[in-house]
């Protein structure tokens, strides 16, 4: 069995900046690629930022230049920093990692940007 656990999100103002973590457990022996993605109510869910295994990376126009995604291979973990964070980043963000021929998903976590 593969687990998520997200971690990192909150309330933050305008300009401000959150980490989040995806942390995976279980019997696991390698991960392709993982991502962040993030939704808002009445709305699809939208790619944030992508890494596959080589390190190469992928960003959404919108958050290109303020968020970077990395991951710690060891730890099974990928992260998101997200720096000057706007009022239009709030949303639930959810992890997703690819493992063998499977998506697994996160549980979400809330980030919410105040003006």
């Known amino acids: 069995q593969v687990q998520l656990v997200e971690s990192g999100g909150g309330l933050v103002q305008a300009g401000g900046s959150l980490r989040l973590s995806c942390a995976a457990s279980g019997t696991i022996f390698s991960i392709n690629g993982m991502g962040w993605y993030r939704q808002v109510p009445g709305k699809q869910r939208e790619l944030v930022a992508t890494i596959t295994s080589a390190g190469s990376t992928n960003y959404a126009d919108s958050v290109k230049g303020r968020f970077t995604i990395s991951r710690d291979n060891a730890k099974k973990t990928v992260y998101l920093q997200m720096n000057s964070l706007k009022p239009e980043d709030t949303a639930v963000y959810y992890c997703?990692?690819?493992?063998?021929?499977?998506?697994?998903w996160g549980q979400g976590t809330q980030v919410t940007v105040s003006s």
């Open positions: 997703k990692l690819e493992i063998l021929i499977r998506d697994y």
